[in-house]
């Protein structure tokens, strides 16, 4: 993973810019995609991305960017995988103090995987439910998953 640390907190439209910035220096697209756990399925190694995401999206980020601000442990901007050149991204916050030092949080952190994930949409709303259950069925990454939910973010 390759990150960018930056202890002070800008404006969540100033952090989205160095956020751009940092993406067009690893050679990703500056056109963001903000998703949600709610957005993503991820069976055998397989991303899908229901279409079109939603547009609350961007206010949702900006109002967990900001939550982050004010409790003061640290935002990371993170690039969950690519949609044809598009990253999409989301927003992840330390859950307490000691995972912010484990995760070397402490001000504005930006980050892109080494390995990118590529994504594919899915349109119909049909085939999309059905993938919904299979991945609730599976189980897949309940320990380790970042995405926020919009619903319950962190």
Request: proline share 6%.
């Amino acid at each position: 993973m390759i990150t960018e640390s930056n202890p002070q907190m800008p404006v969540f439209g100033e952090a989205v810019k160095k956020f751009q910035k940092f993406l067009v220096s690893q050679h990703v697209s500056s056109e963001l995609l903000w998703i949600f756990r709610e957005d993503v399925i991820s069976r055998k190694r397989r991303v899908l991305i229901k279409e079109p995401l939603p547009s609350e999206n961007t206010r949702l980020v900006e109002s967990l960017y900001e939550r982050g601000c004010q409790r003061g442990l640290g935002v990371q901007l993170d690039m969950f995988c690519l949609l044809g050149s598009r990253p999409c991204c989301y927003v992840w916050l330390p859950e307490d103090e000691i995972d912010a030092q484990y995760m070397m949080v402490g001000g504005l952190k930006l980050s892109v995987p080494k390995d990118w994930l590529h994504a594919r949409w899915v349109k119909s709303n049909l085939v999309w439910r059905v993938h919904v259950w299979l991945d609730e069925q599976s189980g897949w990454n309940k320990a380790e998953d970042r995405l926020p939910h919009k619903q319950h973010p962190t």
